[in-house]
């Protein structure tokens, strides 16, 4: 660590630099698409001028987060086989949205989620229920993106103490509300676009550079990454993380569930459809999206086994407990080793691309977030759909602040989880709040406002309350209150509990109300979602 530490202060002006550049880059990028913004159909939806490529990189930028980059490569390090887990469930999500979601959701709503869910029932009820959700399911995944800012920008400088920290956390939560208040979609788009590049190029190439050190033989890779790890053939075999106890089977099927329903629950990814034409553009946005995901998450096996290989977990562990930082420690060690020019060239170019990662992603969820304050619970609930484009545009601005101020405050606290399992729980909030109530509405011709509010609130209360009283807070050596214990639920990870009920609770909710749901709308919605008529 302290060798880690003396060769990041040493090219400490390289690094500064690179990411200066790529942050000066973004705000202009930002800045121009400020002055393109007219109307709210501009700050939310990018105008609806993107192409389906170009929505497909969006998407893929907007998804590969910290988690995916920082703590995935980290989790196979530490965990091998079962670390990989994590990316076949984010890789595999997609399927959902694309053969559930992706069309239905464009061609039915206009800006949010709410615009789907409030179509056929009662406004204020449905669409205060969804905007609630979305925001505390952004809220969750922002705390993954700021904990890999912390851990990033701490081993680049060098620097061991927490405020360190804590200022680069409310740097990148300035950043974030600037790109959102100023750019909205367009600029948020754009910016991701870039990131998407960035980051495909910059793995693409640490892949080569590891594959190239055992002559592209991937048998002599996982080989050495075994020997290294400490644990032999038990780091390619299941179960070092998860399947030892009945606990952590369980925990794995709690894990798996959440990945793969969460992503068509997620509203960050879901507003992303509003910013194409047509269905046929947001299908095409997804079937890029997955291929660019997909080489990315295959691409992750070599960070992660390269690290465990070339670094050593207990190097990676030395310099952060979770994992978060054995991508940026692996890219020194191919460029040369700590202290060398080429190691620290590398380590900057790297870690600038997965700095570039997290402004990209918090800017995205921080839109979604402000976007369903304003749109939903400000225009539509507050002021009853008296509220004019521009102040529905300036309170979508207010709550960027705002939104940035809470996840700036809960991030102090979070530094010590790792990111990718953070990501998990906001992936396991979104499958139990907004899968079910998404899929009963567009699928369900009985389903009323009574399911829809039970089905949001039952899975979102549900999950957090499981996930506060589970180790994730308290009762283990790296849980947000390490030396408290009030912990009772024995999971890490809340969706086999949760994604149930909240489909139990719509289902319930909607058969004991005596409301009648609205045949009419229902038929319109149908025709709607599946052909496109009407579509905004």
Do not use: C
């Not at 980051?199 to 190439?205: Q, V």
């Not at 691409?299 to 050593?312: D, E, P, Q, R, S």
């Not at 310099?319 to 991508?327: D, E, I, L, P, V």
């Not at 947000?480 to 994604?499: A, C, Y």
């Amino acid at each position: 660590m302290i060798q880690l530490a003396s060769a990041a202060s040493d090219h400490r002006g390289l690094t500064m630099t690179l990411f200066g550049l790529f942050v000066a880059a973004t705000l202009g990028i930002t800045i121009w698409a400020g002055r393109q913004t007219k109307d709210a159909a501009d700050f939310y939806a990018g105008g609806r001028g993107f192409t389906g490529f170009q929505n497909g990189l969006a998407i893929s930028g907007d998804y590969m987060s910290a988690a995916s980059f920082l703590g995935i490569a980290g989790a196979i390090a530490l965990f091998g086989y079962d670390g990989f887990l994590y990316s076949i469930g984010f890789l595999v999500a997609w399927l959902v949205a694309l053969l559930l979601v992706a069309e239905p959701l464009r061609n039915s709503g206009r800006y949010t989620m709410a615009d789907v869910l409030a179509f056929r029932m009662r406004q204020r009820p449905v669409r205060t229920a969804a905007g609630v959700s979305t925001i505390v399911v952004s809220i969750f995944y922002l705390l993954a993106q700021m904990v890999g800012a912390g851990s990033l920008v701490a081993l680049l400088l060098g620097v061991s103490g927490e405020g360190a920290k804590r200022w680069t956390i409310v740097a990148v939560g300035a950043l974030m509300v600037i790109y959102v208040a100023i750019g909205g979609m367009k600029g948020t788009t754009w910016v991701q676009i870039v990131k998407a590049v960035l980051l495909i190029a910059g793995t693409a190439l640490m892949t080569v550079l590891v594959l190239a050190k055992y002559h592209f033989n991937l048998s002599s890779l996982l080989g050495a990454a075994s020997e290294a790890s400490g644990k032999g053939a038990a780091f390619l075999e299941p179960g070092l993380k998860y399947g030892t106890t009945g606990t952590t089977k369980l925990d794995f099927l709690s894990l798996g569930l959440a990945l793969v329903l969460g992503t068509a629950g997620l509203p960050h990814i879901l507003v992303r459809f509003y910013t194409v034409p047509t269905a046929k553009a947001a299908r095409k946005s997804v079937l890029w999206a997955i291929g660019i995901i997909g080489g990315f998450y295959l691409m992750t096996l070599a960070l992660g086994f390269g690290a465990a290989a070339l670094v050593g977990p207990k190097a990676i562990k030395a310099s952060n407990a979770a994992g978060n930082t054995a991508a940026p420690l692996l890219a020194q060690e191919l460029g040369g080793g700590a202290g060398s020019t080429g190691g620290a060239i590398l380590l900057a170019v790297i870690s600038a691309v997965a700095f570039a990662t997290i402004l990209a992603v918090v800017a995205g969820l921080t839109l979604a977030s402000s976007a369903s304050f304003a749109h939903d619970l400000w225009a539509n609930v507050i002021r009853r759909g008296k509220a004019s484009e521009k102040e529905e545009v300036r309170s979508a601005k207010l709550a960027a602040v705002a939104i940035g101020a809470i996840a700036i405050l809960l991030s102090i606290f979070a530094d010590k989880l790792n990111a990718a399992a953070l990501v998990a729980l906001a992936f396991a909030v979104a499958a139990s709040a907004n899968l079910p109530t998404l899929l009963y509405s567009l699928f369900w011709k009985r389903f009323n406002t009574t399911g829809a509010v039970s089905s949001v609130y039952a899975g979102l209360i549900t999950s957090v309350t499981l996930v506060i009283f589970s180790t994730v807070v308290s009762g283990g050596k790296n849980s947000l209150f390490p030396h408290s214990d009030f912990h009772w639920f024995p999971l890490e990870n809340p969706g086999l509990v949760s994604i149930p009920v909240g489909f139990l609770a719509g289902w319930i909710g909607t058969l004991l109300s005596k409301e009648t749901a609205d045949q009419a709308k229902y038929a319109e919605l149908e025709v709607r979602s599946l052909t496109g008529l009407g579509a905004h």
